[in-house]
């Protein structure tokens, strides 16, 4: 059983940074792909960023390009988010992903994830 667990969430004044962590167990973590995704009240879930299986390759949604970093240690099962610039819009519960297939990069589209963690929350304050 794929178990995916976020941390690093919490509240930050405009302008400030957070890294979130995920941490996956369950299954061979370096095969696969993963993803951060995030939903703020009243909207649906979305694409934030992903991360090929190695990560040699990544890609971002545009609103978050240039900002956020996403990254993966695979010696310690652990996926990273570093948020630079946070804005107020960046405020949501953030998720991270993982497909149960294995893709050569990571997807971005919800539907292609299969296993989601709890969330963390997120609050960027103006």
């Known amino acids: 059983q794929v178990q995916l667990v976020e941390s690093g969430g919490g509240l930050v004044q405009a302008g400030g940074s957070l890294r979130l962590s995920c941490a996956a167990s369950?299954?061979?973590?370096?095969?696969?792909?993963m993803g951060w995704f995030r939903q703020a009240p009243g909207k649906e879930r979305e694409f934030v960023a992903a991360?090929?299986?190695?990560?040699?390759?990544?890609n971002y949604a545009d609103s978050v390009k240039g900002r956020f970093t996403i990254s993966r240690d695979n010696a310690k099962n652990t996926m990273y988010l570093q948020m630079n610039s946070l804005k107020p819009e960046d405020t949501a519960v953030y998720y991270c992903?993982?497909?149960?297939?294995?893709?050569?990069?990571?997807?971005?589209?919800?539907?292609?994830?299969?296993?989601w963690g709890q969330g963390t929350q997120v609050t960027v304050s103006s």
């Open positions: 991360i090929s299986y190695s990560g040699g390759s990544t």
């Open positions: 992903a993982a497909p149960r297939a294995r893709y050569g990069l990571g997807p971005t589209r919800t539907y292609d994830y299969d296993y």
């Open positions: 369950g299954r061979t973590f370096s095969r696969y792909a």
